[in-house]
């Protein structure tokens, strides 16, 4: 996980089409034939909820449109796309998760619930996910 010289948070992440890989689990693909997207710029967005996705990579990723959710955004409140699901790894944790769309030109962007998903953190001070401390850095899911 890396970080820019702006004070933002950029991480490598890959993502697969949870369909894909299904299809692949029971041999009506094969596994090379998995739509996958690896970039090293994600954008660790703690003000965001999910992950956010560039049209470019939904259309890449062959993702299927499952309805539209009203967002809140910088400039407002606006009607977004919703996708379904990829499983996102960063570092060797990974998570299903459903995506919404930006427009192209906006970084991919990884909110709260795959962070919290994943169980990584902000460190401010370094500026890079990290393993949640209270968990020993090690991946765990509070289950009360």
């Given at each position: 996980m890396e970080t820019d010289t702006m004070g933002s948070v950029l991480t490598e992440a890959t993502l697969e089409n949870l369909a894909d890989l299904w299809d692949s689990q029971q041999g009506r693909i094969r596994p090379e034939d998995v739509r996958r997207v690896t970039v090293t710029d994600a954008l660790v967005d703690t003000g965001a909820t999910m992950l956010s996705l560039p049209r470019h990579v939904i259309q890449a990723l062959g993702l299927a449109k499952?309805?539209?959710?009203?967002?809140?955004?910088?400039?407002?409140?606006?009607?977004?796309?919703?996708?379904?699901?990829?499983?996102?790894?960063?570092?060797?944790?990974?998570?299903?998760?459903?995506?919404?769309?930006?427009?192209?030109?906006?970084?991919?962007l990884v909110g709260q619930i795959p962070l919290e998903a994943m169980d990584?953190?902000?460190?401010?001070?370094?500026?890079?996910?990290?393993?949640?401390?209270?968990?020993?850095g090690e991946l765990m899911y509070d289950l009360y």
């Open positions: 499952r309805h539209t959710r009203r967002v809140r955004t910088s400039s407002g409140l606006h009607d977004a796309d919703i996708y379904g699901t990829v499983r996102l790894t960063i570092g060797a944790r990974d998570c299903p998760t459903d995506v919404i769309e930006v427009p192209d030109g906006t970084p991919i990584y953190v902000v460190d401010l001070r370094a500026r890079r996910l990290v393993g949640n401390p209270d968990h020993g």
